[in-house]
């Protein structure tokens, strides 16, 4: 079952609407459930919904796996460049800024942290009071810059955002931030955290797509000795979209929230 309602973002002065998944039995039960905060939740549920036709498919999983998990979805900002403002931790150069909006002078990026710290201390606190969670088991997940912010999240917060999937994550805009992030942190064998990345993630732009395999390995290479529960693929073949991100829901979400605890060595065929 659905419950939905509007939220306010004080800090940014906006509000968003909040689509929250409920087990079925959820108001037949006495129990606390984890709780799954999705980036670009507009894509989560329905394919009528999504931006390209084709949801994540959280619904049929939890259905078809019998999971029992509160899932919050945070559809994007789609006003002009917004959602990149709100899924950028800090502001973008302007070379590349200008690639992404072709527009001279325009800088997007920097209100990631303000994003993440409403989701931390406003939206969160407001869930756990609402419903029956389970307080210390919450995760985050998203895809492109849906994934930075979760990243963001998890590694800039590992005692809030203990569980993370960053799918296809743009990394190559802030490569030296995330770095100071994760020296800057401790992180325990509570915190899991996935990460994947496929062949063609900009398409015949190859010059892109060798950033994106890059910076993921960079990324990769710094977690492999700070973070124990560390899973990272690969794909050949693989493009940048919900399509593609629909196959890995049951990948992460196993790992996240199962009994899958190897590390995975696959980022290793980077090139």
Request: with cysteine.
């Amino acid at each position: 079952m659905f419950v939905s309602f509007c939220f306010p973002m004080k800090t940014l002065q906006r509000e968003r609407e909040i689509i929250v998944y409920l087990p079925d039995d959820y108001y037949q039960q006495n129990k606390d459930y984890p709780v799954l905060y999705i980036q670009d939740g507009q894509n989560a549920f329905f394919d009528y919904s999504s931006y390209c036709g084709i949801s994540w498919g959280f619904l049929e999983y939890v259905k078809q796996t019998g999971m029992e998990i509160i899932l919050v979805a945070i559809p994007c900002n789609e006003t002009g460049f917004k959602r990149m403002d709100e899924y950028g931790p800090w502001k973008i150069n302007e070379a590349l800024s200008y690639q992404e909006t072709g527009q001279k002078g325009m800088i997007i990026g920097g209100e990631g942290k303000a994003y993440i710290d409403w989701l931390k201390d406003e939206l969160k606190p407001y869930i756990d009071q609402r419903f029956r969670t389970q307080k210390e088991n919450t995760g985050i997940v998203g895809s492109s810059m849906g994934a930075v912010i979760s990243a963001y999240g998890a590694l800039r917060y590992p005692d809030v955002f203990k569980k993370c999937a960053a799918l296809s994550t743009a990394f190559w805009f802030y490569v030296d931030e995330f770095l100071d992030v994760i020296r800057h942190q401790q992180y325990s064998q509570d915190n899991r955290f996935y990460l994947d990345l496929g062949e063609f993630e900009s398409g015949d732009d190859q010059k892109i797509n060798q950033w994106y395999i890059e910076s993921n390995q960079i990324i990769y290479e710094q977690l492999q000795s700070r973070i124990e529960h560390l899973e990272a693929h690969y794909f050949e073949g693989a493009g940048h979209n919900e399509s593609e991100w629909r196959q890995r829901v049951p990948l992460f979400m196993a790992f996240l929230y199962g009994r899958n605890d190897h590390v995975s060595n696959d980022f290793i065929r980077f090139r």
